[in-house]
């Protein structure tokens, strides 16, 4: 989507029906006759995949890929799901598609759509407007995209809080506390009830918080740790960030229409040295932009102890640094031009001395030993340019701690997290301008000049 937006890319929506019983299955599966069709002694062999089974979801993708390579389209080798040919990238997932062209491209990706009509049973949905439960929404004139979960959010909150009366009372300005969550007492055992509800909360704000929300990672990461045997404690806190999720419910990610001078691509990364009080590990995180706006973004626990906040920054920037390098291949692939060295933002003098210096961290930990000189091999053969900025201007500050109220709306500036409520609402009416005229069977007014998203 940030490619599309930056690039002002055609964009076109295609839905599979049915898709899984298209595909030839390759082992041998006996089913039971269908409910009133029943023959005592008698089995069906099964000739094509079938929704259920195990192994459908990789026949689908082997065979769409057959047929997309059939169609002249080219694997792209970081990502199965996207393929490419010439200017044209069709993105799929499951059964739902997305293409992406110019322009003078529109005739190799409708030869291409009509190809797919010709081997299964395809719906035209035109422009996305919702994919995979996310809300686009457009300005092209503005070469930008938003993303936003507003319906979503809006139906986990009426399904998981755990009290409705929360609903009407005010709501939390941050997703989570500054205090820690710590496990529950020895003695508590969470029922089978409790923990599934948990789960529930935590697996559906996970979602949010992996496709449009990073100002929530940190929390539904913390979360995430109490998973087997949560208290009451962690109830209101998953509840928390759900109240939280509601009241904000209309925030979504800006992909495109930045500052002209804002680089291409870069990543941030920062670390909290031993702020996990049990077992003083430290958290993590890294977000990378691309033309401005987040396209990928993680917080979590590292997986060791570090013994102080130059090592826990190391095994941050290791993993930052390689996903980096990973998003930059990919992103090579759909032939966008990466800048080398890759910038990658650190808020710590004292990593960045010892990187790109002579000495070198005297340390006992072998694995950061490890680390360490592997990333000075990636700075000293130019793939890797460390960057200093100051911590009020670090992109990744909100992924490594819970933040308070001002410096929350700062990380949510700072990563391009955004308010479109008048947004939506324009849209709102839009839609029912277009049911009101789709009713009466009459011409759609043009909205080419719109301002608005279109």
């Given amino acids: 989507m940030a490619i599309a937006a ?20 390759d082992e041998v599966v006996f089913i039971r006759m269908p409910p009133g069709f029943t023959r005592p002694g008698r089995v069906l062999l099964l000739r094509k995949a079938l929704y259920g089974l195990r192994r459908s979801p990789l026949l689908w993708q082997q065979h769409l890929t057959g047929s997309l390579e059939a169609l002249g389209f080219e694997k792209v080798p970081q990502e199965p799901c996207v393929m490419r040919k010439a200017g044209v990238l069709v993105f799929f997932y499951v059964d739902d598609f997305i293409w992406a062209y110019r322009k003078e491209d529109k005739e190799i990706a409708k030869e291409a759509m009509a190809g797919l009509q010709q081997r299964y049973r395809m719906s035209l949905l035109g422009e996305p407007r919702w994919f995979l439960g996310i809300h686009i929404l457009r300005d092209r004139a503005r070469k930008t995209i938003w993303l936003t979960q ?9 399904k998981l809080i755990g009290d409705p009366s929360l609903l009407s009372q005010r709501f939390p300005d941050t ?3 500054d205090e820690e969550l710590v496990p529950a007492p020895i003695a508590w055992q969470a029922s089978q009830k409790e923990v599934h509800q948990f789960q529930q909360k935590v697996g559906s704000i996970l979602f949010a918080a992996i496709s449009t929300r990073p100002d929530i990672a940190f929390a539904v990461s913390r979360l995430g740790r109490q998973n087997q045997n949560p208290d009451s404690t962690h109830q209101m806190a998953a509840d928390r960030v759900l109240l939280y999720l509601f009241a904000t419910k209309s925030y979504g990610i800006r992909l495109g229409g930045g500052e002209k001078e804002a680089e291409i691509f870069v990543c941030s990364s920062d670390s909290s040295f031993a702020d996990n009080s049990l077992d003083r590990k430290s958290s993590q995180g890294y977000v990378m932009t691309l033309f401005g706006g987040p396209i ?3 917080a979590s626990k590292q997986a060791t102890v570090a013994t102080s906040s130059t090592e826990a920054e190391f095994l941050a920037i290791s993993e930052a640094a390689k996903e980096a390098i990973f998003l930059s291949r990919l992103l090579q692939s759909l032939q966008i031009q990466i800048p080398s060295p890759l910038k990658l933002e ?27 000189h592997w990333l000075r091999q990636e700075i000293e053969e130019g793939r890797i340019r460390l960057h200093w900025v100051p911590t009020a201007q670090m992109k990744a500050d909100g992924l490594t701690k819970a933040l308070p109220l001002q410096k929350l709306q700062s990380f949510q500036r700072l990563i391009g997290i955004v308010d479109l409520k008048d947004r939506l609402w324009q849209e709102a009416r839009l839609e029912t301008l277009r049911d009101w005229i789709a009713k009466r069977d009459l011409p759609l007014p043009s909205c080419s000049h719109a301002r608005g998203p279109v």
């Fill in 6 to 25: 930056e690039y002002d890319l055609e964009l076109e929506q295609m839905d599979a029906v049915n898709a899984f019983v298209n595909s030839p299955i």
């Fill in 346 to 372: 650190c808020d710590n003098t004292q990593t960045i001395r010892l990187l790109e210096g002579g000495s070198k961290l005297s340390t006992r930990l072998r694995h950061v030993d490890i680390h360490q």
């Fill in 150 to 158: 507003d319906a979503y959010i809006e139906k986990i909150t009426h």
């Fill in 296 to 298: 990928a973004w993680r």
């Fill in 175 to 177: 997703p989570m506390q």
